[in-house]
């Protein structure tokens, strides 16, 4: 989310309340009448604590009083029985706080994993245009700040900011029924100007929290980027260039840091002045009162107990307002993750894709990732049902591009792609997901083991199915030989395996989904020749009975496809089985003697 160097501005407040407004639904949900009850309570917790803080003061008076003797004895106690009720009065405030705490808890954790679990559906269900545009690293920074800022504005503006509110009306009331209206006009001035002084220094600092946030966010999205593309900074002997980037960020975010450190030095130190000048205030007129005989020693002791009450809290007002501010923004920024729009999804009511065959039409075909620059330029296609069609092509002729249409990643722009008669953009994703497997040019594992890697193509796969995949995939048999067997850590993102050994366990994961279309991506292009004809058989066993698009780069590996598509600049040139194309002598017979040839001299 952009942010805004300049003060805050109505769009910015208006930000705030919209926050404000979707945390609301999840602090008092309508289908959960428990969570409210415990509001309710938590809140007459939090009441019934300040009613008995702002009394706590009144048994103090009392028991110097009667140690004075003056005043009139407060319930009847003498001294001792008061000082042992000022002592049970503060142990129940503490204790109805936490009893406070206690019960809100529930509901904080309950609405923070709500919004963290709806955040992560949601990016998933995000399309690949927005994912390919944004960084990883800002991506997670996003949700973590957001999440981490809806728990403190629950701790700190549910139960701190509204008791502070509700104790500093309760002592302001105490003050002038007990005394007079200059208690009350010395403290009011007091916090009035302790607030405004407050507010403005921290709006200042907020401004550098936000650079502190930028320079943070981007330090990270270097450090996953690098950290993500380890073997090429290693071959690159980029360490320390990667290192030199890295501290440039954080140079950044450790000279934000410091402006906020010796803002705070300021802030802090200006709040204790204005603090001490109501403070000093308030006790000379008690003194005064006591020198007059208008007020006993108790009644001093009561007024520097109040303005002590105050004090504490307001001294984490600076700090309180700056974080609910900040929280403000880091919502702000996660609630717009959670109001972009899916570019792909489903219609209300969208039925679900029925299978009969898994016949694939292509008509007309028209797509382009920019709209001024088109990709597919009407590509009309039919894939007979249990066929194989393979789809070459030089580089950006937008093959692959056919691939992620109709898995649905993007929409086409038009013209249509069909299944079994069925436009895909009219069935529900989850059930054309189901319908399709696909097997990648590289093919990238979770950090967990080759049974869960494997087992991942189906929920709840048994031992017995995953191993029958892996033998279909013809990768059982190494597996067996390693110490850990199916135990085995991959590693992030699959590093601990070669190429070869990544993509049978890519092409197990996919057949234990048993999808009744399969789409091969270019799915042996990063593999040596060897491995590529070990991996090419173990695709043709999978393809068996099913509807195969092969998209491919290496010619040798679809020479046996019922029907190869020859795509130039997003257009059919050429179509037709391997010998037919190779006796045209046309753009097919041209890429496949040049690939002869390379492997010749190869």
């Known amino acids: ?31 959960k009448p428990s969570t409210r009850q415990r509001v309710v309570l938590a809140m007459a917790m939090l009441v019934l604590a300040k009613l008995i803080a702002v009394g706590t003061p009144i048994l103090y008076k009392g028991a110097v009083d009667a140690l004075a003797d003056e005043g009139v004895p407060v319930l009847a106690l003498g001294a001792i029985g008061l000082t042992v009720a000022y002592g049970m009065a503060r142990l129940m405030t503490i204790g109805f706080q936490q009893l406070r705490d206690a019960i809100f808890a529930p509901v904080a954790q309950r609405a923070l994993r709500q919004l963290a679990l709806e955040t992560f559906r ?37 139960l701190s900011l509204g008791p502070l509110i509700l ?5 302001a009331i105490i003050l002038t029924v007990l ?9 009011s001035v007091t916090i009035g100007l302790y607030v405004w002084f407050t507010f403005a220094v921290t709006e200042w600092r907020v401004k550098l929290r936000r650079e502190m946030n930028e320079a943070d966010t981007a330090a990270n999205q270097k450090a996953i980027d690098s950290l993500l593309n380890y073997e090429t900074v290693k071959y690159f002997s980029a360490e320390e260039r990667e290192a030199k980037r890295y501290d440039v960020s954080m140079r950044a975010y450790a000279a934000a840091a410091l402006k906020t450190a010796y803002t705070l030095a300021f802030l802090n130190f200006g709040q204790s002045v204005l603090i001490t000048i109501g403070l000093v205030g308030v006790m000379v007129l008690a003194a005064i009162g006591v020198q007059n005989g208008d007020l006993t020693v108790g009644d001093f002791v009561m007024v520097n107990a109040y303005m002590v009450q105050i004090t504490v809290p307001l001294n984490f007002l600076g700090t309180v307002y700056r974080e609910i501010r900040q929280s403000l923004v880091d919502m702000g920024e996660m609630f717009d993750l959670l109001e972009q729009p899916a570019e792909v999804a489903d219609a209300p009511g969208t039925p679900d894709l029925k299978i ?4 694939i039409e292509l008509v007309d075909l028209r797509f382009g990732y920019d709209p001024e620059r088109e990709i597919l330029k009407g590509v009309s296609l039919e894939v007979p049902a249990g066929q194989t069609v393979a789809i070459v092509g030089a580089t950006g002729s937008g093959k692959s591009t056919i691939g992620r249409l109709l898995f649905r990643f993007y929409d086409v722009t038009s013209g249509a792609l069909k299944i079994d008669g069925q436009d895909v953009r009219n069935v529900s994703l989850s059930s054309l997901h189901a319908a399709i497997g696909v097997v990648p040019q590289d093919t990238v594992l979770f950090n967990d083991t080759i049974r869960y890697n494997i087992g991942y193509g189906l929920e709840g796969a048994t031992q017995d199915q995953i191993e029958q995949a892996a033998r279909d995939a013809q990768i059982h048999d190494f597996v067996v030989t390693l110490p850990e067997g199916y135990d085995t850590q991959v590693g992030e993102r699959g590093l601990k395996l070669s190429g070869g050994e990544k993509q049978r366990v890519g092409i197990a994961r ?20 060897d491995t590529e004809a070990e991996i090419k058989d173990a695709l ?10 092969t ?25 037709g089985t391997h010998d037919a194309l190779l006796a045209r002598s046309g753009r097919y017979a041209h890429l496949w003697n040049r690939q002869q040839m390379d492997e010749d001299v190869a």
């Open 122 to 158: 949601h990016i998933h269900q995000l399309s690949m245009r927005y994912h390919i545009t944004r960084k990883t690293g800002g991506l997670s920074r996003i949700i973590e700040r957001g999440v981490k800022g809806v728990e403190f504005l629950l701790r700190f503006m549910l």
């Open 551 to 575: 998209i491919a780069h290496r010619l040798s590996t679809i020479a046996e496809a019922d029907q190869i598509i020859v795509l130039e600049q997003g257009e059919i040139v050429e179509r």
């Open 167 to 171: 104790e500093l009306v309760m002592v």
């Open 179 to 187: 005394f007079d209206a200059w208690y009350l006009a010395i403290v």
């Open 540 to 549: 043709m066993r999978a393809g068996q009975g099913r509807t195969v698009i």
């Open 510 to 529: 996919t057949l234990l989904k048993n999808p009744a279309i399969l789409l091969l991506d270019e799915a042996t292009s990063a593999l040596d020749s």
């Open 1 to 31: 989310m952009p942010v805004d160097k300049a003060a805050p501005g109505r769009d910015e407040t208006r930000s705030g309340w919209r926050t404000i407004r979707r945390v609301a639904p999840y602090l008092w949900p309508r289908d």
């Open 356 to 359: 009969n065959g898994g016949r």
